[in-house]
């Protein structure tokens, strides 16, 4: 196995075999300082790779061929010299100037799936030990790989493949359209309920997750902002965004989790600053009002812009599995706009208006920029590992119909058109709040699923939609702050009227603040045993 040589810089190495009898060796990759490769069952990371701490699990013992039972107290000098008596490693391999500032610990398991343990020096799981050279900078994450086993062998560990990192010998386009075809060609009994109901398929359930599942109603997440006090840093630092992300997964084991982060996070990748005051919500430095404001928006390149997003999708993956799918969501370019001309949230959309009947070719020039960044958006948050996207046009309500048709629904369906294009299996979801007089309009883009409004009533909906649109929703939200007899009655109600077709169910809005955790939790339990209870 081929140690590189722990400074800023690393070269690309091919992967030796020194354990020929274990078959070749599998290349995953090299990019930014980072080196990942793997010889069946030896394997090693050298490089800047970013860790989350271990969830807590039942202690386990760690193994590596002659390194048997670690208590947590071994100190890494002690280590380092088992290691190099280790049959598949190479002393002369071994080298002593890690900065190795935490312990090795017991190894928590989920299964034989292995974990982190620490602050990002040290991987251990039963078969395989990954030392990681820590540098200030966090990259990405480890993927780690199926392994091979050798002759007379058995295959005691399988490991699902995620990673940020790109590997140097295949180009992006043809990794992402390998990840497509593995996801399409994946048994559907695997996949995640969330996305098998979405692909219209027969389930067992109906599933059901929560707009703004992850925020302020939690405690939990109420402690980290008291540390990190500004959404932006909690949504575009990796770390804290799948934290945040699975506080309710942890809790209440939804079938969709859903990326914390925000519809306008794209936007200075585009050009057009901005930032989410407490108190006050979103912020624009300079609306755009004119025809040359327009012409400075540029187009997004997220791996450069919002790399933190695809990264954090990629970890989610990786922890949830196949457990739930993992959600990606963007901004419509209508409501994105809103915010844009408006300079924030509005009441009244006075702003936008006066564009949208002055000078319409502005709006048109500016929505249609917008469009062809949030194709790309989407496409690389599939890409990272969402397994299905929500597409936000949160104010598209504020038109009347007829306006709706000029400035909103040409987008929507340009959006969806073009991300189907190359990504055909990818469920979207459309939603937009207090929408009951666009469902139909809303329906014209091709959605796979509707989100509804708690405005309307599902049995109204399926009525008006096509019977080959899905639903999703749509409890009102408030209904939640009531006694746990009435959240049974509203989820029992709500999963009878969505019964007949591709249902998810979910909050006709996002989860408010100030709602009991507690309720939180019995609204997930009944939805999960619903059939029970009808």
């Given at each position: 196995?081929?140690?590189?040589?722990l400074?800023?810089?690393?070269?690309?190495?091919a992967?030796?075999s020194?354990?020929a009898?274990?078959?070749?060796?599998r290349?995953?990759g090299?990019?930014?300082?980072?080196?990942?490769?793997?010889c069946?069952?030896?394997?090693?990371?050298?490089?800047?790779i970013?860790?989350?701490?271990?969830?807590?699990?039942?202690?386990?013992?760690?193994?590596?061929?002659?390194?048997?039972?670690?208590d947590?107290?071994d100190?890494?000098?002690?280590?380092?010299?088992?290691?190099?008596?280790a049959p598949?490693i190479?002393?002369?391999r071994i080298r002593r100037?890690f900065?190795?500032a935490?312990r090795?610990?017991?190894v928590?398991?989920?299964g034989?799936l292995?974990?982190?343990?620490?602050?990002g020096?040290?991987y251990?799981?039963?078969d395989v030990?990954v030392?990681?050279?820590?540098?200030p900078?966090r990259?990405?994450?480890?993927r780690?790989?199926?392994?091979v086993?050798?002759?007379?062998?058995?295959?005691t560990?399988?490991r699902?493949?995620?990673?940020?990192m790109?590997?140097?010998e295949?180009?992006r386009p043809?990794?992402?359209a390998?990840l497509?075809a593995?996801?399409?060609?994946a048994?559907?009994a695997t996949?995640?309920l969330?996305?098998?109901?979405?692909?219209?398929?027969?389930v067992?359930?109906?599933p059901?997750w929560m707009?703004?599942?992850?925020?302020?109603?939690?405690?939990?997440?109420?402690?980290?902002c008291?540390?990190?006090?500004t959404f932006?840093e909690?949504?575009?630092?990796v770390d804290l965004?799948v934290?945040?992300?699975?506080?309710?997964?942890?809790a209440?084991?939804?079938d969709?989790v859903?990326?914390?982060?925000?519809i306008?996070?794209?936007?200075?990748?585009?050009n057009?600053p901005f930032?989410i005051?407490a108190?006050k919500g979103p912020v624009?430095?300079?609306?755009?009002?004119?025809m040359?404001?327009?012409?400075k928006?540029?187009?997004?390149?997220?791996e450069?812009?919002?790399?933190?997003?695809g990264a954090?999708?990629t970890?989610?993956?990786?922890e949830?599995?196949?457990?739930?799918?993992v959600?990606g969501f963007?901004?419509?370019?209508f409501?994105?706009?809103s915010?844009?001309?408006?300079?924030?949230?509005?009441k009244?959309?006075?702003?936008i208006?006066?564009?949208a009947f002055?000078?319409?070719?502005?709006?048109?020039?500016?929505?249609d920029?917008?469009?062809?960044?949030i194709?790309?958006?989407t496409?690389?948050?599939?890409?990272?590992g969402?397994?299905?996207v929500q597409?936000f046009?949160?104010?598209?309500?504020?038109?009347?119909p007829?306006?709706f048709?000029?400035f909103?629904?040409?987008?929507?369906?340009?959006?969806?058109e073009?991300?189907?294009?190359?990504h055909?299996?990818?469920?979207?979801?459309?939603?937009?709040?207090?929408s009951?007089?666009?469902l139909?309009?809303?329906?014209?883009a091709?959605?796979?699923i509707?989100?509804?409004?708690?405005s309307?009533?599902?049995?109204?909906?399926?009525?008006r939609?096509?019977e080959t649109l899905?639903?999703q929703?749509n409890?009102?939200?408030?209904?939640l702050?009531g006694?746990?007899?009435?959240?049974?009655?509203?989820v029992?109600?709500?999963?009878?009227?969505?019964?007949?077709?591709?249902?998810?169910?979910?909050l006709?809005?996002g989860v408010?603040?100030?709602?009991?955790?507690?309720?939180?939790?019995?609204y997930?339990?009944?939805a999960?045993?619903?059939?029970?209870?009808?």
């Open positions: 196995m081929l140690f590189g040589p400074t800023g810089t690393f070269a690309t190495y992967c030796p020194p354990i009898s274990l078959g070749p060796p290349w995953l090299v990019e930014r300082c980072s080196i990942v490769c793997t069946n069952r030896v394997c090693m990371v050298v490089g800047a970013s860790c989350m701490p271990p969830p807590r699990l039942p202690r386990d013992m760690v193994h590596l061929r002659g390194i048997d039972g670690r947590g107290s100190s890494p000098d002690s280590i380092l010299e088992d290691l190099s008596s598949l190479a002393p002369a100037d900065p190795l935490c090795v610990s017991p928590p398991r989920r034989n292995p974990y982190w343990i620490g602050r020096r040290w251990v799981s039963k030990l030392l990681v050279h820590a540098f900078r990259i990405g994450r480890l780690s790989t199926r392994l086993p050798g002759p007379g062998e058995k295959q560990e399988k699902v493949e995620r990673s940020t790109r590997s140097v295949t180009p043809a990794r992402a390998s497509r593995n996801a399409a060609n048994p559907a996949a995640p969330l996305l098998r109901a979405a692909r219209g398929e027969a067992e359930r109906p059901v707009m703004r599942q992850a925020g302020r109603y939690m405690k939990v997440y109420q402690e980290l008291k540390k990190h006090t932006r909690r949504s575009e630092n965004a934290e945040i992300s699975l506080q309710p997964w942890h209440f084991r939804p969709g859903i990326l914390f982060s925000d306008l996070t794209p936007l200075t990748g585009m057009i930032d005051v108190g624009i430095e300079n609306p755009i009002r004119t040359e404001d327009v012409k928006v540029r187009t997004l390149v997220p450069e812009a919002v790399p933190y997003t954090a999708l970890t989610l993956r990786a949830v599995g196949d457990q739930a799918a959600l963007v901004g419509a370019p409501t994105l706009a915010y844009i001309v408006e300079g924030g949230s509005s009244n959309y006075t702003k208006k006066k564009m002055t000078e319409p070719e502005v709006l048109h020039a500016l929505l920029k917008l469009a062809e960044s194709i790309i958006y496409r690389y948050q599939a890409d990272a969402a397994q299905a597409l046009d949160s104010w598209a309500s504020f038109l009347t007829d306006d048709e000029v909103s629904l040409p987008y929507l369906k340009k959006i969806i073009e991300v189907k294009k190359t055909p299996d990818l469920p979207i979801i459309l939603y937009a709040s207090g009951g007089g666009l139909e309009r809303m329906a014209l091709k959605p796979d509707m989100s509804i409004d708690a309307v009533d599902l049995l109204d909906a399926k009525k939609l096509p899905g639903l929703g409890m009102d939200p408030a209904a702050f006694s746990k007899e009435h959240i049974e009655k509203e029992i109600k709500m999963a009878k009227k969505g019964a007949g077709r591709a249902h998810i169910m979910n006709g809005h408010l603040v100030g709602t009991p955790e507690e309720n939180v939790a019995h997930f339990e009944v999960k045993t619903v059939n029970e209870r009808i």
